[in-house]
């Protein structure tokens, strides 16, 4: 990836998290005041038990020791009820949260700037919007509210140490001294760890994905050998990341494992030579020494969930990070173009990584023309055309549309200036209608098979088993590359923009069904502006001029005809193409 998507520091994760917890604060308050209701209700238990202890030990009868024990079982019984009410309503704060995080997450990577997603890689975008959100989904509907529970439990559990005696509860607060130290050392190392294992898991992910769609192009330049080695590369680097996260859980959770019984044994130890000077009951030791053990099921719940909120954490931070990335401009307040007329003067521009990729190109675009820009591959078409679509902005110079910078138009009002149509295409899951009502929501069933008409897509449309309510995709009518372009273009015919772009549009179409496309597209957008990046010289021929790219400069422009006539650049590619000679003389 050339330039990956931020990951929030700490201290925004914490904000972010906050702002979450305030957004439901209600929700949140009444499982806190359940978590506290039900660790009094646990407490009662040992220290009941201590005084059933002392009260034998002074002569008292079995009627004593039923009713204590009655109440021990009411206390239990309570516990329960009151902790079984405090996870559903956490797990009811969780999910909604979640949903929130969810939300934001679209929101948020909707708005990213074309360019942006693309030098990030589709991997990391997707891998954060599945594994990460799911982990933290999990975290907000499980873990918290667990630890909601045995945070509070503990605390009340050192508190009843403590009104026991003091000199116990020191004992026992010392004891846990180790756990401090070995929970400290793991918090120091494992966010660094697990937020390296999302990075390596976004690289995977984004190394095969790019591997899968461009499977036709590895093995047309024979490029199976390399893509192999980089995919075992990154997924090498992920197994080290991963071991990594892995020796950091197999030092900690033994060390924690071993430090459980140093309060217990501390307090026995104290409480006994108390006991022995007669400072203390023997009952009181008892219960000290039980509530100890009893701390040993929340503390090792929140460990655990410690050890989860790490990944979880790294995970939130790959999330909230979407909300550093640049957005797309929303530059409401800029002047509206005064017209349709584009304007490309003295642009340079060069990718992050690599030379300059167009050199000093000045060009203007009329309303209404139709431009065919032709070149050999790496000329600059493509870099060309997404600044005229406003994806990218220029290194230096400007490119405008009605003298406003296409770069500082809002995202919609850009669309009804400018669409751009590549190769790139995709059939979403659902009807034929819901594809098409994407462009234009208000649209009717009449200029929905317009549109497809336009495109030439009626025939086979027309002959679906359920017509334009057919479910598309896997699990419906499948739609092969041609299928699934001629729909990415009667989307574009649908959303009626006055210039359209097409950078090799129609290559997946076969030349017959590719001509027909293009000029049934050229009869729709009558009187619009065409901008065609050419892969075909049939578009050239057919437009009103032609600009002639060459190694990021342009070096013609001009009619077919009168670049034939020049015997340049174009005139050669055109003959090259027709498979004829170059005239002589």
Known sequence: ?????????????????????????????????????????????????????????????????????????????????????????????????????????????????ASVVERAGTGDLTARGTADVAMVGTTLRDALPELLICSVQSLFILGAVFAIDPLLGGCGVLGLVGIWFATRWYLRRARTAYLAEGAATSEVAEILGATASGARTVEAFGLQRRRTLASREAIETLRRTRMRTLFLRNVFFPLVETSYAVPVVAVLLMGGALHARGAMSLGAVVAAALYLMQLVDPLDTILNRVEQLQS????????????????????????????????????????????????????????????????????????????????????????????????????????????????????????????????????????????????????????????????????????????????????????????????????????????HTERALAAVLEGRTVIAIAHRLHTAHDADRVAVMEDGRLTELGTHDDLVAADGAYAALWHSWHGEGRPAG
């Not at 005041?33 to 002392?54: E, F, K």
């Not at 239990?76 to 009811?92: D, I, K, M, S």
Request: net charge negative; proline share 5%; glycine share 10%.
């Open 1 to 113: 990836m050339s330039g990956q998507l931020p990951v929030a520091a700490e201290a925004d994760v914490r904000r972010a998290s906050v702002r979450l917890i305030r957004a439901d604060g209600r929700a949140f308050a009444v499982v806190l005041a359940l978590n506290a209701l039900a660790a009094g209700a646990g407490l009662v238990g040992p220290w009941l038990l201590g005084r059933i202890i002392d009260e034998v030990r002074g002569g008292a009868g079995v009627s004593v020791v039923d009713r204590l024990a009655l109440v021990i079982l009411g206390c239990a019984l309570t516990q329960v009820l009151l902790a079984r009410a405090a996870r559903y309503v956490g797990h009811r704060f969780g999910e909604r949260t979640l949903a929130r995080v969810r939300e934001e997450f679209v929101e948020r990577a909707l708005a990213l700037p």
């Open 312 to 515: 979880s954490s790294a995970s939130f931070a790959r999330v909230e990070g979407l909300a550093q990335a640049p957005r797309a401009t929303s530059s409401a307040g800029s002047p509206a173009p005064v017209d349709d007329r584009i304007d490309v003067t003295d642009v340079r521009y060069s990718y992050d990584r690599g030379g300059e990729v167009l050199r000093g190109v000045d060009l203007t675009v009329r309303p209404g023309e139709r431009l065919a820009v032709v070149g050999p591959s790496g000329a600059g078409k493509t870099t060309l055309s997404r600044l005229l679509a406003g994806v990218d902005a220029p290194s230096s110079g400007s490119v405008t549309v009605g003298r406003v910078p296409i770069v500082g138009l809002d995202p919609e009002q850009l669309r009804r200036q400018v669409v751009l149509v590549t190769q790139e295409h995709h059939v979403f899951l659902g009807t034929v209608r819901d594809n098409l009502l994407i462009a234009e929501p208000a649209a009717t069933d009449a200029e929905l098979w317009a549109a497809l008409a336009a495109v030439g897509a009626d025939d086979w449309a027309g002959e679906l088993p359920d017509g334009l309510d057919t479910e598309l995709g896997p699990a419906g009518h499948p739609t092969d590359g041609s299928r699934a372009q001629q729909l990415a273009l009667a989307r574009v015919v649908l959303a009626d923009p006055h210039t359209l772009i097409l950078d090799e549009a129609t290559a997946l179409l076969d030349p017959t069904t590719a001509r």
